[in-house]
């Protein structure tokens, strides 16, 4: 199984981030304010998706379970940075930041601030690891 970590600033204001990390079970974004995680969503498993949506702490960060996932959720893992690429938003109104997130050039997820979680295409149901997108 293999890791990965990259943190990617916002092309317009750098004091915004997302952090994409891949622990060798599972993957997540972190959308950054600084130094603050400001939103979160799941990206993959992968590690088998377990069939029970029972979390225990000593398994952070945890799998999304079977029953919140789409049939293709399984998708290849990140092994460098050139297959991943984020695409900034802001909102004109509120100055509200969204990222698009993107793995092998296929749209993934989205977070904005104070999404915990965010949305993703892999699932079919909302859950506490990512809402339907």
Known sequence: MSTFFLQIHCEFDNYYSTVIEDDGRVSYAYLYEGEDIIGDVWLYNQQQAPT??????????????????????????????????????????????????????????????????????????????ALIY
Not at 70 to 75: R, S, V
């Open 52 to 129: 029970t949506s029972f979390w225990r702490a000593e398994d952070m960060p945890f799998l999304n379970p079977t029953e919140y996932l789409t049939q293709d959720a399984a998708i290849k893992p990140i092994i460098n940075e050139n297959e991943v690429r984020c695409e900034w938003t802001e909102s004109k109104d509120d100055g509200l930041i969204e990222v698009g997130i993107y793995i092998h050039d296929k749209f993934i997820a989205s977070i904005t601030s104070g999404s915990k979680p965010g949305w993703s295409v892999l699932v079919v149901k909302d859950g506490p690891l």
